[in-house]
């Protein structure tokens, strides 16, 4: 298979450097495995600008209002970034991106989407005006919590969100290069009496460091360079004087907590376009990642056991290690000819990729026994376990696909995913129902210029795949703070617990293949009011803890595996109010809904069902002032649906949810020192009503600036 492999990348680059014409290709979205003709994708796009002036860690809380409301988070989303699907957003700075696309189009699970998740891709900010250019900007933020328990003395510390970015470029007829760099502080204040001391609130530093560079290797080819590093360290140090508040020395327990987070991620890629003859073009790139993660807990209790006179001191010591490789080898090779009103494109998409994953831990637990609470040293015994785990895995995959047009009218796409590993590669047993092929086809029709109707525009689109676990790709990204948010905590569980007793198939097979179907409608109305809808209907494999007896007076827990079928329906409503040279005025309003149905064999659970979630986003220009807000809402009742259990018990998810997610208001300016320089006020989930429950319930005020040289 190597020989196979360095045959083709051989091939691939002496085509690429063979006589040829220029190449510029805005006409397909890459996802990262396939390319997908832009006119038969629907999709939404929103300008990274309109993202810049507020403050997060993660790029999902800016997109939750814009496309799927609180189903847009860091589990629902897989992101492509400039092609490579290997590649963290969160290492880039918002002040790097250009745009931001959610494709609403069945190929994305084909492409490296597990089921239900959202798939959108991240353009980076390559082409930029004039010759060189410097920019500079920055945010700093007081943060504190809302207090949402019923202990009332509980009060929030101010802490400190910062942000600073720095960037320059330089254009030349044959090299446009540029680097940045940024820093990123971000803080979770926690909630405090007197009792608790928060020696050092949750927290992380993260530097990005990020740089690009486009060749032109004569008329014909364009080399791209990228290079990415991000070291983060996250911190935590707690005490808990007296946990239950008594004064009582045989009812208190004192607890300690501290940790220590080390993470590195690194990535490089090169991409090679070319185009080797009039309309014959060739891509071939290759990424290579490298994610690093350590972690020091040590957590320490002590208090009354047995009674009064008798105390115990645990204290527990671990470290956590995982070593992730990831290298990416990529070719696409596509050719497009015009006959009349048709056209034709066939391509194909060679993908390899070999992942090595090393994760290890180890925890040692000592016991201590004494009779006076001040001082219990009376060592009893200690525990160590340790694990460790190798993961490696090889992916070679053969992606055929033709493209039909007739007067951008009518588009039609179809291909099929081959899975070229073998069982034994894969460790599938001989007699297992083993699936290589995966097709997708789409379709879009431009009714108003079939029809000759210029008052609406109106297309319509509908697509299918077919995808498994062999298909979907997980990214190396960082993690972020965890702040025991009440709509994403279940999401950091693997499964759940079934009371009711039942046994599970032994039988089940992991890489059942599940049908995905999608259809949407872009409609508009004027040039002012625009609606985009869009279906989706699928299924998958939720992982279940069965509780099983074994006698009249136990049980074991056993793992299975249930299917599970999800059809997700988004609206959205956009007035482009004003846009003029002086004045813009957007506003957009959005809704979505995921209904999802678990059979794990002892009836149906239905989940998501009366839940509808969305955002309302706001963004106005007028001369040198601007100002944006948007509103995240959840409502409904009942359980969200949720791909990664089989339960999804919320505590409080019967409540309607609305907050004030951005706002931000400022001013700009262009002089003869400078580019653009603006300066606003900003803030985020300033206001939510008391039965809130989607968000981490910071809160936080701020200033901020940008400026360009």
Not at 124 to 129: D, E, S
Not at 138 to 144: A, F, H, K, P, W
Not at 500 to 505: D, E, L, Q, R
């Amino acid at each position: 298979m190597y020989s196979r492999i360095t045959c083709l990348i051989t091939l691939a680059i002496c085509l690429s450097f063979s006589k040829s014409y220029s190449q510029t290709d805005t006409s397909h979205y890459d996802l990262g495995r396939l390319r997908v003709n832009k006119n038969l994708t629907q999709s939404i796009t929103i300008k990274g600008a309109d993202l810049q002036r507020q403050p997060f860690a993660n790029i999902s809380d800016a997109l939750n209002v814009w496309f799927y409301g609180i189903y847009t988070n860091s589990n629902y989303v897989v992101y492509v970034v400039d092609g490579n699907i290997i590649n963290d957003v969160n290492a880039y700075n918002i002040h790097d991106i250009e745009e931001v696309t959610l494709v609403q189009n069945a190929a994305a699970q084909v492409s490296g989407a597990s089921p239900q998740q959202q798939m959108i891709l991240i353009k980076t900010k390559r082409n930029r005006p004039g010759k060189s250019g410097i920019e500079a900007a920055g945010q700093t933020n007081l943060v504190s919590a809302r207090n949402t328990s019923s202990i009332n003395e509980l009060k929030s510390p101010t802490n400190v969100y910062h942000q600073y970015y720095l960037s320059g470029y330089k254009n030349t007829d044959v090299v446009n290069a540029g680097i940045s760099a940024t820093y990123l502080r971000d803080v979770s204040p926690t909630l405090t009496n007197q009792q608790i001391n928060i020696k050092t609130p949750l927290n992380f530093d993260r530097f990005k460091f990020n740089g690009y560079a486009d060749i032109k290797l004569g008329s014909n080819n364009t080399l791209s360079a990228t290079a990415t590093y991000v070291p983060q360290v996250t911190r935590f140090n707690y005490d808990n004087a007296n946990l239950y508040g008594t004064s009582d020395p045989n009812y208190q327990i004192q607890t300690s907590t501290a940790e220590h987070t080390k993470q590195n991620l690194f990535n490089g890629g090169l991409r090679l376009n070319s185009q080797l003859i009039k309309g014959l073009k060739n891509s071939l790139s290759a990424s290579y990642s490298h994610y690093n993660y350590n972690e020091d807990n040590n957590f320490e209790a002590a208090g009354a056991t047995v009674g009064p006179g008798n105390f115990q001191r645990t204290n527990s010591i671990s470290k956590n290690v995982d070593h992730k490789n990831v290298l990416l080898l990529r070719d696409n090779l596509s050719y497009q000819k015009t006959i009349g009103n048709f056209s034709i494109e066939p391509a194909v998409d060679f993908t390899y990729r070999h992942t090595r994953d090393s994760i290890a831990s180890i925890t040692t637990s000592t016991i201590y026994n004494g009779t006076d609470p001040l001082n219990i040293n009376q060592f009893a015994n200690s525990t160590t376990t340790t694990n460790r785990n190798y993961y490696k895995r090889k992916d070679y995959l053969l992606t055929p696909s033709l493209s039909l047009a007739f007067k951008n009218s009518i588009n039609v796409q179809g291909g099929f995913v081959t899975v070229l590993d073998s069982k034994k590669a894969l460790s599938v047993a001989n007699d297992a129902d083993f699936k290589r092929i995966f097709p997708y086809a789409s379709a879009s029709v431009n009714v108003s210029s079939l029809t000759g109707i210029s008052a609406v525009g109106i297309k319509l689109y509908g697509s299918y795949s077919k995808q498994n676990q062999l298909l979907q790709s997980n990214g190396e990204h960082l993690n972020g703070l965890t702040f025991g948010n009440a709509f994403n905590s279940p999401f950091n569980t693997e499964y759940s617990y079934l009371t009711n007793y039942y046994y599970p198939s032994v039988y089940y097979n992991m890489l059942k293949a599940f049908n995905v179907y999608a259809a949407g409608a872009d409609i508009n109305l004027s040039a002012l009011v625009s609606v985009n809808y869009n279906f989706e209907r699928g299924g998958l494999a939720v992982p279940v803890l069965y509780d099983v007896p074994y006698s009249p007076n136990g049980s074991i827990t056993i793992l299975g595996y249930a299917d599970s079928k999800y059809t997700r329906n988004r609206i959205g409503v956009n007035f482009n109010i004003i846009n003029k040279a002086s004045t813009r005025f957007i506003t957009g309003l959005n809704a979505s809904n995921i209904k999802q149905r678990i059979s794990p064999g002892i009836g149906d659970i239905a989940l998501g069902d009366k839940i509808w979630t969305g955002g309302w986003v706001n963004r106005l220009e007028i001369d040198h002032i601007f100002a944006g807000l948007d509103i995240l809402y959840k409502t409904g009742e009942g359980n969200y649906a949720n791909p990664y259990e089989a339960n999804s018990n919320v505590p409080g998810s019967n409540k309607q949810s609305f907050s004030l997610q951005n706002i931000y208001f400022g001013y700009s300016l262009k002089t003869k020192q400078f580019k653009n320089l603006e300066v606003f006020a900003n803030g985020q989930n300033i206001w939510q009503n008391k039965t809130s429950n989607i968000t981490d319930n910071r809160r936080f005020y701020g200033l901020g600036f940008k400026l360009g040289l």
